[in-house]
C-alpha cells in the first residue's frame, strides 16, 4: 500500500526541499519512491536533474499541479510505494489537494517564532482537512534558549512532534547540490545518522 508524506511549511528557509529529497533518497534504497514537485521554484526538479548523472537508486519526478494534480496523486500512489509532496508555500489550492492527499503532513520547523508561526497555518489546513500533521525541528542546534522556548510553546499549543530532531549540518545540503541524500553522499556522518532517527519514527507513523 502507497504512503503519501506532504511536507509543507509556509515560511521560506525550513528547509523543505532539502528534507523532501533526503527521505526520498533515504527511502529509495529499499522502496519505489517518487516525488512530486509543486513548489514553483522547482527547486526538487533540479535535485532530480542532478541524480540523474549520479549512481543511485532510481526516483520518479512529476511536477505536474494546477487542475491535474487530482489525477496525477492517483497515478504516482498506484506505481509507488511512497509519494512524497514538496507543497507550495502559500496555502493555495495545490497545497489543499497535497495535504489532503496525505497519510501524515510533515511541517519542518526551524526553532524560532516566525517559523512556528507561520507553521500555524499550515497545522490548520491539516486539521480541517482531518488529516495528521506532525512538527519536526529542522536545521535545529544542539540547545539554546530560542529552542526550549520554542518547544515549550509547541508543547503549549499542543501541536504533535517528532521526537526525532535533524541539526544545522552542512551535509543535508552538500548532498542536495550533488543530486543525492545525505544517507548515499556521508553515510557515516552524524547527519545521515539523524536522518535514520527521523525516518525510522517516519516508518512507524505510516504503519
Known sequence: MSRVITIAQQKGGAGKTTLAANLAAAFAATRRVAVLDIDPQRSLSRWHGLRAGVTAPGITLSDVSGWRLARELDRLRLGHDILIIDSPPQLDTDARLAIRAADLVLVPLQPSPPDLWAAEGTLKLAAAEKRPARILLNRAPASSKLRASVEAEIAA???????????????????????????????????????????????????
Request: charged share 15%; hydrophobic share 50%.
Open 157 to 207: 499549543a499542543g501541536y504533535p512532534i517528532f521526537t526525532a530532531t535533524l541539526g544545522n549540518r552542512a551535509g543535508f545540503a552538500s548532498a542536495f547540490a550533488q543530486g543525492l541524500g545525505v544517507t548515499e553522499a556521508a553515510p557515516r556522518s552524524t547527519a545521515a545518522a539523524e536522518l535514520r532517527i527521523v525516518l525510522a519514527e517516519l516508518e512507524e507513523l505510516l504503519t
